[in-house]
């Protein structure tokens, strides 16, 4: 790995990673990324592939670091790879594009901590395929879903899009994530998972 | 799905012991609540606002390291030259198709008029079923999701139909409005397939189908209804009139 795995130690990274630290964000990528596209091209992926796999991993480390148990046992470096391995492994074990599946990658992470990362893996799954639909929602159903994560008040929310009450909020909100749920459903990727870790 | 305010209190760990194990035991036996649950996490859930951040700022760095690579290889490479022109001529090919579509918009913004739903209330009362007669109400007061809501309660309806349609296109779902219009069309024995035939061409036109829009629009033309000026206007403005 080099003298700039020296940089900054595994800490420093993770709370880097919790604070959008820019220069943390590129020394990971520019320290991890080639080594994971190597991974996975080698497995048959794609660079693109790759980059899916870089940012789900991102994206697990960075809700775990913001777990109220979080506590790190293991070098970032060995911990960013377990993810991402076990990530390609679960993307990929349905397509035949890696025939031997196996949870052996998880075992340097403590065995607690394991069951949070699996379900920090599905929920980031369902994060970016939110992400990837969310775009073909209307535009008032983007509103609605932008002031919910606004925290903002239902009443409010009815005044400012025009609706009648806030029953009237919640049957449009759920009117917007069903319609949301069923493209998801739909995705390869989303049918890729098993049953167990299909929401 | 349950109202979504129990998922936020689960969430802030604000719920009560007892509607917490009832919501905990309906996650478990409930599949499509518990799928729903996902989804709002993934959604309206906790720092998911911070969470979409972050991949931005991923991408954002992607970009940067994939631009300097591709400068840094186009000097060592002569078949990088060769992509490099296939790179500007899809960019150039990009540039005049976003060129014509944004004509299209033009086109569309200039002759797009929001219909007023009293005119057709008026014209056509004795027929309407209750869920068009609140989808009308719903359109005038520009809250075109729940119009659409109640015209599909009555989905053989044909005003409900097109004042639907009407408002997908308020709402920039410009192919599924044409569904709707279609429909209207083909039934044939109506008031409203002028109507129809006008807004779907519209549709065709914002979506950037050319072919489609012209056909239609010359259709438009060729017949005396109340749309001939403009559909002539609009295929002039396309050099096909």
């Known amino acids: 790995m080099g003298e700039e795995e020296n940089i900054f130690s595994s800490i ?19 320290t991890y ?3 994971l596209a190597d991974f996975v091209t080698k497995r048959r992926g794609t660079e693109s592939d790759a980059w899916d796999i870089f940012q789900d991993t991102m994206g697990v480390i960075y809700d775990y670091v913001h777990q109220k148990e979080f506590n790190l046992e293991v070098p970032f470096q060995a ?9 390609w492994f679960k993307h990929y074990h349905k397509s035949q594009k890696v025939s031997n599946f196996t949870n052996e990658t998880m075992d340097l992470i403590p065995y607690e901590s394991n069951e949070m990362l699996r379900e920090l893996m599905r929920q980031q799954i369902m994060t970016r395929l939110s992400l990837k639909y969310m775009k073909k929602l209307s535009p008032n159903c983007l509103k609605l879903i932008k002031f919910s994560n606004m925290d903002m008040d239902t009443s409010l929310i009815a005044k400012k899009l025009n609706y009648l009450s806030n ?9 917007c994530l069903r319609k949301l749920l069923n493209w998801i459903k739909q995705d390869p990727e989303y049918q890729n998972l098993t049953d167990y870790e299909r929401p | 799905m349950k109202d979504l305010e129990k998922f936020k209190k689960y969430i802030s760990g604000e719920l009560e012991e007892g509607d917490l194990w009832e919501f905990k035991k309906s996650l478990e036996v409930d599949a499509s609540l518990a799928a729903e649950f996902e989804l709002f996490k ?9 969470k979409h951040q972050l991949m931005n700022e991923l991408n954002d760095i992607r970009q940067r390291h994939s631009r300097g690579r591709q400068i840094s290889i186009s000097w060592k490479r002569i078949s990088a030259i060769a992509a490099g ?9 990009g540039l005049i198709k976003m060129q014509h579509n944004t004509s299209y918009q033009a086109l569309y913004d200039q002759f797009f008029i929001a219909e007023s739903a009293s005119f057709n209330v008026r014209s056509a009362t004795n027929s309407l079923e209750q869920p068009v007669l609140d989808g009308m109400q719903f359109y005038e007061l520009h809250n075109y999701d729940a119009a659409i809501e109640m015209f599909e309660k009555a989905p053989n309806n044909l005003m409900g139909k097109l004042y639907s349609g009407l408002s997908m296109m308020e709402l920039g779902e410009f192919e599924e409005a044409t569904i709707k219009f279609e429909a209207i069309i083909k039934h044939n024995d109506n008031l409203f397939v002028d109507q129809a035939e006008w ?37 002039k ?3 096909e009139y």
């Open chain 2, 237 to 239: 403005e396309l050099n």
């Open chain 1, 167 to 175: 029953q009237a909020v919640y049957n449009q909100r759920r009117k």
């Open chain 1, 33 to 35: 990324f080639n080594q």
């Open chain 2, 85 to 93: 022109v296939v790179i500007l001529l899809s960019i150039g090919i």
């Open chain 1, 12 to 30: 420093e990274i993770l709370e880097g990673i919790k604070k959008h630290d820019r220069e943390i964000l590129n020394f990971v990528y520019e």
């Open chain 1, 79 to 87: 911990f960013f790879f377990t993810v991402a391995q076990k990530l």
């Open chain 2, 199 to 235: 807004y779907q061409s519209l549709c065709q036109l914002r979506i950037g189908n050319r072919s489609n829009a012209i056909e239609s629009l010359q259709r438009i033309a060729d017949d005396n209804g109340v749309y001939k000026t403009k559909a002539i206007k609009i295929l």
């Open chain 2, 42 to 50: 993934s959604t309206i859930g906790s720092h998911i606002n911070k």
